[in-house]
């Protein structure tokens, strides 16, 4: 089985192999894997391609430049790992890790679990996904008990107004008041300086300015700038990621997040928040203010060919943004178009994916 680095021109084979699968859905979607994959060398796509030619897998590495203790730090982080064919997996999970001093998975399938267990990678625990305005949305073939009982939450549960909450949290000194700007791009001066938390991530300006384009088609970025750091929003209809953000400490990151979320949201307006956290201090802060955690933590594991990774288990004082890898970038996309019967094709505003025969592995 050969491996090789994708390239725009392959990507009609690539979507041919994604297309129908039950994983690797965002591979069919070319404005996102042309610009994730193919325009900088530090995140590629790795396609195993089987004897007659066709995708049999594929494996996304990015290289990420972290800070821990205030030491820098490299991991190549996995996204869209999947085997369309079988044994396809094991050489692309070789592909990755020997090509990675250290690497990284944030979040992934049973299946990828499995490996890296038997494989005896770290996990360090205390991620959590916290929400705001909880849509309690329904899922394809869930139980009809839990489909009612959603809709109960939804009439029961009251929406929060951002803004209006916020104004009296700074009232009442449990967080900030931070000024945000929001603008068009990274500047250096954007860029908080090391040492407010144990672990972050702490890429430079370029990296930032591809990643969180505001310009990028498939997904909507708003930046915004702090007075000692900055907040990227991935805004989506009827809801906020906080997709990274960093800060020289976490009170003043914290109350710059809900600034540019409160802004974003508008007056009077309740769109579902979701942010990802771990640090001791801002889960307090997000909770006083009413975020609520996943009833289950978002895995986060550490793994390396040369043997256990130098990294304390403890994550309370770490900063985790949600939107790293791939985990913002899901379908369906924001210039992916439907056919419409009576007109032409329209934006995608929200779409339900039917599911599918299972005839790619996630792993």
Same mark, same amino acid.
């Given at each position: @089985? /050969?491996?090789?680095?994708?390239?725009?021109?392959?990507?009609?084979?690539?979507?041919?192999? &994604?297309?129908?699968?039950?994983?690797? %859905?965002?591979?069919?979607?070319?404005?996102?894997?042309?610009?994730? #994959?193919?325009?900088?060398?530090?995140?590629?796509?790795?396609?195993?391609?089987?004897?007659?030619?066709?995708?049999? $897998?594929?494996?996304?590495?990015? /290289?990420?430049?972290?800070?821990?203790?205030?030491?820098?730090?490299?991991?190549?982080?996995?996204?869209?790992?999947? +085997?369309?064919?079988?044994?396809?997996?094991?050489?692309?999970?070789?592909?990755?890790?020997?090509?990675? =001093? @250290?690497?990284?998975? #944030?979040?992934?399938?049973?299946?990828? %679990?499995?490996?890296?267990?038997?494989?005896?990678?770290?996990?360090?625990?205390?991620?959590?996904?916290?929400?705001?305005?909880?849509?309690?949305?329904?899922?394809?073939?869930?139980?009809?008990?839990?489909?009612?009982?959603?809709?109960?939450?939804?009439?029961?549960?009251?929406?929060?107004?951002?803004?209006?909450?916020?104004? $009296?949290?700074?009232?009442?000194?449990?967080?900030?008041?931070?000024?945000?700007?929001?603008?068009? $791009?990274?500047?250096?001066? @954007?860029?908080?300086?090391?040492?407010?938390?144990?672990?972050?991530? +702490?890429?430079?300006?370029? #990296?930032?300015?591809?990643?969180?384009?505001?310009?990028?088609?498939?997904?909507?970025?708003?930046?915004?700038?702090?007075?000692?750091? #900055?907040?990227?929003?991935? =805004?989506?209809?009827?809801?906020?990621?906080?997709?990274?953000?960093?800060?020289?400490?976490?009170?003043?990151?914290?109350?710059?997040?809900? +600034?540019?979320?409160?802004?974003?949201?508008?007056?009077?307006?309740?769109?579902?928040?979701?942010?990802?956290?771990? %640090?001791?201090?801002?889960?307090?802060?997000?909770? /006083?203010?009413?975020?609520?955690?996943?009833?289950?933590?978002?895995?986060?594991?550490?793994?390396? &060919?040369? $043997?256990?990774?130098?990294?304390?288990?403890?994550?309370?004082?770490?900063?985790?943004?949600?939107?790293?890898?791939?985990?913002?970038?899901?379908?369906?996309?924001?210039?992916?178009?439907?056919?419409?019967?009576?007109?032409?094709?329209?934006?995608?505003?929200?779409?339900?994916?039917?599911? =599918?025969?299972?005839?790619?592995?996630?792993?």
């Amino acid at each position: @089985m /050969q491996i090789v680095a994708y390239e725009p021109s392959l990507f009609s084979a690539l979507a041919a192999a &994604a297309r129908g699968a039950a994983a690797g %859905h965002s591979l069919g979607h070319r404005s996102f894997v042309d610009h994730y #994959y193919a325009t900088v060398p530090w995140c590629r796509l790795y396609l195993a391609l089987g004897d007659d030619g066709a995708v049999a $897998g594929a494996i996304g590495v990015e /290289q990420l430049r972290f800070e821990y203790e205030g030491r820098p730090l490299t991991i190549g982080c996995a996204s869209n790992f999947v +085997a369309f064919q079988p044994g396809a997996g094991g050489v692309l999970f070789l592909r990755w890790i020997r090509s990675s =001093e @250290m690497a990284c998975i #944030y979040g992934g399938s049973r299946d990828t %679990h499995r490996i890296l267990a038997h494989q005896g990678w770290t996990y360090f625990p205390g991620v959590h996904v916290y929400s705001l305005n909880g849509r309690y949305t329904d899922r394809p073939a869930e139980p009809r008990w839990r489909g009612v009982a959603k809709s109960l939450l939804r009439a029961v549960t009251p929406r929060v107004d951002v803004g209006e909450r916020l104004r $009296g949290a700074v009232a009442r000194g449990v967080v900030p008041a931070v000024n945000v700007a929001e603008v068009g $791009g990274f500047d250096a001066d @954007m860029l908080p300086r090391a040492g407010g938390f144990t672990f972050r991530l +702490a890429p430079g300006t370029e #990296y930032l300015g591809w990643r969180y384009s505001p310009a990028l088609p498939f997904v909507r970025y708003r930046l915004f700038r702090l007075p000692r750091g #900055y907040v990227v929003l991935n =805004e989506r209809p009827g809801r906020i990621v906080v997709a990274q953000a960093d800060a020289t400490d976490p009170d003043s990151l914290v109350g710059g997040v809900l +600034a540019a979320v409160a802004q974003v949201a508008g007056e009077g307006s309740r769109p579902e928040v979701l942010l990802t956290s771990c %640090h001791a201090r801002m889960r307090r802060l997000y909770e /006083q203010f009413g975020f609520r955690p996943a009833h289950v933590e978002r895995p986060f594991a550490l793994g390396s &060919a040369r $043997g256990p990774v130098p990294l304390a288990p403890d994550t309370s004082s770490w900063l985790v943004n949600f939107d790293w890898t791939d985990n913002g970038l899901r379908p369906p996309f924001l210039d992916e178009t439907v056919a419409c019967p009576t007109a032409e094709p329209r934006r995608l505003i929200t779409r339900r994916r039917r599911p =599918e025969p299972a005839s790619a592995s996630p792993v």
